[in-house]
């Protein structure tokens, strides 16, 4: 075989495992039931659907420090397919979208569509390492969400007592 012909072989192969991977399904049994009626609430289900692109699609944590177990979907606006978090507060029980449509400070700029993450974790209660942000690096309350886009950029997503915020760690 010729080296033209393998490359062309593994340039085919390479795109065809790329465009062939498809979002997983999210079953209903499998989300958590603390928040199972408000994601099949009319308010929350006319807006927004759960995207299955982000693997785990939704990530658990106590966010706001109140010693209750939040959770953080990754979700869909229904009017102009942006993707976004969703984040249930279980002492407010209620969602705060971050992006989805909502605008998000993330980094420098003012975000409606996270569409550019591709990976997220919880990130536990401990000193934050400083970014490149020159500010001071958050004192985490409770535990983060880290995001990222694989081998480019992550950001910290923290709750700072009033509202969610984003400090950039890598670029």
């Known amino acids: 075989m010729t080296g033209k012909r393998m490359v062309a072989i593994t340039y085919i192969v390479f795109v065809l495992i790329n465009f062939s991977t498809v979002a997983q399904q999210v079953e209903i049994e499998n989300i958590p039931d603390e928040i199972l009626k408000t994601v099949e609430g009319k308010q929350f289900a006319s807006s927004y ?3 299955g692109a982000m693997n785990p699609f939704y990530l658990r944590g106590d966010f706001d420090s109140d010693g209750k177990p939040d959770y953080a979907i990754w979700v869909k606006s229904k009017v102009g397919s942006k993707t976004g978090i969703a984040i249930w507060l279980s002492s407010e029980r209620d969602f705060v979208v971050l992006g989805a449509g909502v605008p998000f400070k993330a980094a420098a700029s003012v975000e409606t569509n996270l569409n550019f993450l591709n990976t997220w974790q ?27 886009k694989t081998e480019s950029a992550s950001g ?9 915020r984003w400090y950039q760690q890598g670029d």
Do not use: H, N
């Not at 919880?122 to 990222?148: N, T």
């Open 49 to 51: 659907t759960i995207d």
């Open 122 to 148: 919880v990130y536990g209660k401990r000193p934050v390492e400083r970014g490149v942000e020159s500010s001071q690096p958050p004192r985490l309350q409770g535990e983060a969400i880290l995001v990222g």
């Open 156 to 164: 910290l997503i923290y709750w700072d007592g009033t509202r969610f």
